[in-house]
């Protein structure tokens, strides 16, 4: 495994920042923003960035999950129970709809 350098690091979130200024409703640099969550952050900062990214896709169990991980760093256990129960009946729901996409699937019968 490579770790980014000091200098990789800050320009990576730069250009993630730049991508969300430039488009807000742009999924991946959101992601990788709360996925990198550096200190500098604010702690308001830290709880709408998954806030946001559920508004723009609601059954994003990651965003949910991000959610919980910055309530852990910021020492707020009190609401993670209720947070969690939510992460499980969003990845059921979700695995549940992945199931029924699966099953009408269009195959093609071979030339004979």
């Given at each position: 495994?490579?770790?980014?350098s000091?200098?990789?690091f800050l320009?990576?979130?730069q250009a993630?920042?730049?991508?969300v200024?430039?488009?807000?409703?742009?999924?991946p640099?959101?992601?990788l923003l709360a996925?990198?969550?550096p200190?500098?952050?604010?702690h308001?900062?830290l709880?709408?960035?998954?806030?946001?990214?559920?508004?723009?896709?609601?059954n994003?169990d990651g965003a949910?999950?991000?959610?919980?991980?910055?309530?852990r760093r910021?020492g707020?256990?009190d609401?993670?129970?209720?947070?969690?129960k939510?992460?499980?009946v969003?990845?059921?729901?979700?695995a549940?709809?992945?199931?029924?996409?699966?099953?009408?699937?269009l195959?093609?019968?071979p030339?004979?």
């Amino acid at each position: 495994m490579r770790f980014l350098s000091a200098l990789a690091f800050l320009k990576a979130i730069q250009a993630a920042e730049r991508s969300v200024a430039i488009d807000p409703e742009y999924g991946p640099a959101r992601v990788l923003l709360a996925l990198l969550c550096p200190p500098r952050t604010s702690h308001s900062e830290l709880l709408s960035r998954p806030s946001r990214l559920r508004k723009i896709e609601p059954n994003d169990d990651g965003a949910l999950d991000h959610k919980i991980m910055a309530r852990r760093r910021l020492g707020q256990t009190d609401k993670i129970q209720a947070l969690v129960k939510q992460l499980a009946v969003m990845r059921s729901e979700n695995a549940q709809k992945e199931r029924a996409s699966r099953s009408y699937v269009l195959q093609e019968e071979p030339d004979s």
